[in-house]
């Protein structure tokens, strides 16, 4: 798993005020979502992770243009083609090998021939996969979502390749050194001088919820100051899980002041909690899944965790077999959070 990395620029308004301390797009979701998972990502210097959804044995990582597409199909091809010489090959070798020098010997040569099938199989489901991939693409028609309408629309990913845009890798953090803030979105689609960035959800409950919503805010306003002048972004995408299917988030007026708004919360409740003044605890439903929140078992000296630098002592909440239990949340707000996980274990602190 990899991490990305903050990118190191000097931060500062044209009139030198310097906005502190630097803030990334993940931190700042995670403060909307509910300031003290905000606290807990910045002090931990949580950065989110680029990789999408785990894959199942049933999906697999789509990839992002037709000739990407057709490279990819080609060799695959090609390998299951050598993989089919080479267990025909084997074949014969097994027969000739079996006839010669006794059916001991053939049997070997039949090992081979099977570990080229299998390669080649492996490989006929990639065909199989990536010519499907191929139809769909092709199958795209030429749609795109109205800049005019604040609505969040749907929009699959193909349609929006016929339109015209171009996709394209990000490589590097897109920062605003004014706001001193930065992010990466997944990747960014550009036709002339719109461009629009994407960001994979890997998990989509059906529902978008505020933080989403001040994530793409985020990422086109980053977008229109990385680009230079003249470029406009007038909505990012949002594709669920492996799909390519998703919804495009208009960035009207009032997302960008949500946007920059957050951002200024975020930095109050850090000023704040150096005062030592916490944020509340917030509703018990925003905790029940929350992964800052999720108890798991103490192993002293190693599940610790480490909040400014500083190792944080446990709180501990025990099951009824006096199984001790701390989360990142409950450790740094010395309470037990609501999670589903605490009812379902029955977890009590000691008083
Ligand atoms: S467990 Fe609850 S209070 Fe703690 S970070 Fe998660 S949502 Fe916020």
Partial sequence: MTSTTPPNTIASTPDGEIHEPRLGVYVLTEFVFCPRAGLCAHETRREEEEEGPPLSFFSFNPLYSL?????????????????LGGAALSAVLAVILSLWFGKLIGVAGAFGMLWFFAFALQRGIDVLRLN????????????????????????????????????????????????????????????GNVVIPVWRMPHYDGRLHPQNFVRMAAYCHLVQKSFGTGVECPFGIILFGHSLDGVAIPFT?????????????????????KEREEPPAPDRSLCARCPYGKPMVHVPNE?????????????????????????????????????????????????
């Fill in 132 to 191: 499907k991939q191929r139809k769909d693409a092709l199958a795209g028609k030429h749609k795109e979502p109205n800049p005019n309408l604040p609505d969040v629309q749907d929009v699959h990913w193909w349609d929006l390749l016929q339109a015209g845009f171009e996709s394209h890798p990000v490589q590097d953090p897109l920062v605003d050194s004014e706001l001193n803030f930065w992010g990466k979105p997944f990747r960014y689609l550009r036709r």
């Fill in 67 to 83: 000739p990407e597409i057709e490279a990819s199909l080609q060799q695959a091809v090609n390998e299951m083609t050598w993989y």
């Fill in 253 to 273: 007026p009032q997302r960008r002041s949500d946007f920059v708004e957050s951002i200024r919360s975020a930095r109050t409740a850090i000023a704040k909690i």
């Fill in 303 to 351: 599940s610790e965790h480490v909040c400014a630098g500083k190792p944080l002592p446990v709180k501990s909440a025990y099951d009824a077999n006096r199984k001790c239990f701390h989360s990142l949340c409950g450790d740094r707000f010395r309470w037990l959070p609501l999670h589903e996980d605490v009812e379902k274990m029955d977890l009590r602190t000691e008083s």
